[in-house]
């Protein structure tokens, strides 16, 4: 059972009886399972089961828990694809550029593709490649394709030896989303996407950072030429 600590002023309760548990659940991982009733959690804290209530619903919105019908509250880990629809929704809000999303994505696929370059394995090597042929199976099932496209590029980051750098990478699912499939609505989009894919397979094999960060510079930026002639295609109807 966790232990926490239970200091707790009477200023804005549901929050700060929310970071005393934060803090209990990331000091224990998610080894401890299911957290205490809350009759217990509103005994050890000294406040009503009403506090207590409000303050799990605040750790649900920051992914640390979740509920079960007549089974109370488990501790679970923040999804990176609850960062990545938030990051979607500034990028949007914020009407940040196209080019500042591919400047991003240039610097971090291209650190992620010269580690990967010196360090993957053939079994590795064989993963992206199927992702690849997935890509070209599903050319016209969109759904699959970009799924399998999205995958390319997360293993990309998760093979770095860089485990930060892998989930940064798949924190962006739902950004790599939204440009694949304006990408791949230009014309010859879907087949040149596929292509550069290959390439930069390729130079994977060759374990040579420069050659693996020339074809995804290539590759990052024929997809932004993709995205820029399908926005003014769009723009023109």
Not at 2 to 19: P, Y
Not at 177 to 188: L, V
């Given at each position: 059972m966790?232990?926490?600590?239970?200091?707790?002023?009477?200023?804005?309760?549901?929050?700060?009886?929310?970071?005393k548990i934060e803090k209990?659940?990331?000091?224990?991982?998610?080894?401890?399972?299911?957290?205490?009733?809350?009759?217990?959690?509103?005994?050890?804290?000294?406040?009503?089961?009403?506090?207590?209530?409000?303050?799990?619903k605040l750790l649900k919105a920051r992914g640390l828990v979740s509920s079960r019908v007549g089974g109370g509250a488990y501790i679970t880990k923040p999804?990176?694809?609850d960062i990545s629809e938030m990051l979607l929704r500034i990028i949007k809000m914020d009407r940040i550029s196209d080019d500042d999303v591919y400047g991003l994505r240039i610097i971090l696929e291209i650190a992620a593709g010269r580690s990967t370059a010196q360090r993957i394995t053939e079994q590795e090597l064989a993963i992206m490649e199927e992702q690849i042929n997935q890509m070209e199976i599903n050319m016209h099932n969109l759904p699959l394709r970009i799924k399998s496209d999205i995958a390319f590029h997360v293993s990309l980051g998760k093979f770095s030896g860089n485990q930060l750098l892998g989930i940064v990478e798949e924190s962006m699912t739902e950004?790599?989303?939204?440009?694949?499939?304006?990408?791949?609505?230009?014309?010859?989009g879907n087949e040149d996407g596929?292509?550069?894919?290959?390439?930069?397979?390729?130079?994977?094999?060759?374990?040579?950072?420069?050659?693996v960060e020339h074809e995804i510079?290539?590759?990052l930026e024929h997809s932004r030429l993709n995205v820029q002639r399908q926005q003014m295609s769009t723009d023109s109807l």
């Open positions: 966790l232990i926490m600590e239970n200091d707790v002023s009477k200023v804005t309760l549901c929050e700060q009886v929310g970071d209990a659940i990331i000091t224990h991982g998610t080894e401890a399972g299911r957290l205490p009733s809350e009759n217990a959690l509103a005994e050890q804290f000294g406040v009503s089961r009403t506090i207590i209530r409000e303050s799990l999804r990176a694809s950004v790599l989303r939204y440009f694949i499939e304006r990408g791949i609505a230009a014309s010859g596929i292509y550069r894919h290959r390439r930069i397979l390729e130079a994977l094999r060759t374990h040579d950072p420069e050659l510079r290539n590759h």
